[in-house]
């Protein structure tokens, strides 16, 4: 059965998926360097053939997923009003999605269509319209809820994910987007059925009860 998933969302040990002021030359904020170092280097590894835990998660991503919902941050880093329409991510012509990305923002636009089977789709319409339309377009298999963390908490506070896939790195940020804030009562359904470690990262696994 397909299901609605957080999958290897980076947060420090402080639980900050983002640093403060995130920009164009720094899109995960200030204090956070080196937050997806665990990915790149298991990314790495996996491609020269190596195991452990780092490269079988980075690998999992790639399994039964077919639609992704974000926030506007993490599409990018322009706030407000589109100046323009020459944005279309951080990922160049061809992202690495490859199906339809649901992009939440108070200013929507035309679809975007992009190489490699990549089309955003930016929609200001509520999280249950948007997860609809991702199940849809998912066709039967998973859809992934990227993040950022405010996005994570909306869909946690609707009540509408079934597993979160997390990874805690070595760092403190201080500041910045805490993923856990504002989620009380919803932290309520979930429960933590797997913590594994590298040395590197520790892989936390979060299920609805």
């Not at 995960?28 to 020269?48: I, P, R, S, T, Y």
């Not at 089309?119 to 609809?132: A, G, I, R, W």
């Not at 070595?170 to 933590?192: H, I, K, S």
């Amino acid at each position: 059965m397909a299901k609605v998933r957080v999958h290897n969302y980076t947060i420090t040990l402080d639980g900050f998926g983002a640093g403060v002021n995130q920009r164009a030359d720094a899109p995960f904020g200030d204090n956070v360097d080196g937050l997806h170092d665990w990915m790149f280097a298991a990314q790495e590894d996996k491609a020269a053939g190596g195991g452990g835990i780092d490269a079988e998660r980075v690998g999992r991503w790639e399994e039964g997923i077919g639609a992704t919902i974000m926030g506007r941050n993490m599409f990018g880093p322009v706030r407000g009003p589109w100046e323009d329409e020459s944005w279309s991510g951080w990922w160049g012509d061809n992202p690495p999605y490859h199906h339809d990305v649901f992009v939440h923002t108070h200013y929507p636009r035309a679809p975007i269509p992009l190489e490699g089977g990549t089309t955003f789709h930016l929609t200001d319409e509520p999280v249950e319209t948007v997860l609809d339309r991702a199940m849809k377009a998912a066709n039967g298999q998973d859809v992934i809820i990227a993040g950022g963390a405010a996005t994570i908490q909306q869909y946690l506070r609707a009540g509408l994910i079934d597993e979160l896939y997390l990874v805690q790195v070595p760092l403190l940020a201080g500041a910045g987007e805490r993923l856990f804030d504002n989620v009380a009562d919803a932290l309520l359904n979930y429960q933590v059925t797997e913590m594994v470690s590298s040395p590197t990262a520790t892989h936390l696994t979060l299920r609805r009860r």
